[in-house]
């Protein structure tokens, strides 16, 4: 009876092993295909491998990259543009993904001939409970879109007094932006995937990634940081 278990272990075991080869020789010629401009193939394979793929990060974020690049020469702009987020949740900081993700925020862009773009774009600090940033980003939101200046937050989901206050009551304008990621600031993709042509920075950590930001689209930042003179002359050159 041991016997057998054993053999049936073994078999589990190679099985697992089978499965994540085939994973990685289906994105081999996946990549192939691609490289000849094969997109079909390439994202017929790329699909196939993310199937058979569970718990290996690695193999799952080739999946998806290669899945968004492919769907992009396929004109298949939304399925490659929700790949590149599932990417992106892996490495949000990659440079070449961020590229990407710009790219079908144009087309995006192109599609809806820049309907309802966000004008204003205003960073949470991430606090909690009712402050002065919390009630000054409140004010404004309402403020701006009352002037038919459309304007949004973007937080984090433990910033309590913004989500009570906007996206369940609704008396300071349209709903916050929320990420769950749990950084303490927003990433550089956050503020790319909403496309704003103004991001207003109220903390002095946002400046680095809205920085990242500026490589990537000609959003025009504005530091308006709760913070004492000297800090804002310290960054005011490279804004």
Known sequence: MKFFVSIAALAFI????????SSEELIKKAFEYGKQGNHSECYALASQALQSTTKNETIAYECYDLIATSAWHLEKYEEG???LKNALIMRPDD????????LYIKKKREQTRGANQIKVLQTHPRLTGVGGVEQHLAVFNKTFNNHQ????????CDSSYVVN????DGQYGP?????NHGDYIFRASDVIEQD???LVCN?????????????????KIIYNGHNSKWVFNDYEQYL
């Open 14 to 21: 190679i099985n697992i092993n089978l499965a994540a080869f």
């Open 81 to 83: 543009y929700n790949a």
């Open 95 to 102: 440079k070449h993904l961020l590229g990407n993700l710009t």
């Open 149 to 156: 200046i459309s304007s949004r937050i973007v937080t984090s």
């Open 165 to 168: 206050k906007i996206n369940r």
């Open 175 to 179: 709903p916050c932006i929320l990420y």
């Open 196 to 198: 704003p042509k103004f």
């Open 203 to 219: 903390n002095i950590c946002h400046i680095s990634k809205a920085l990242i930001v500026k490589d990537y689209l000609p959003t």
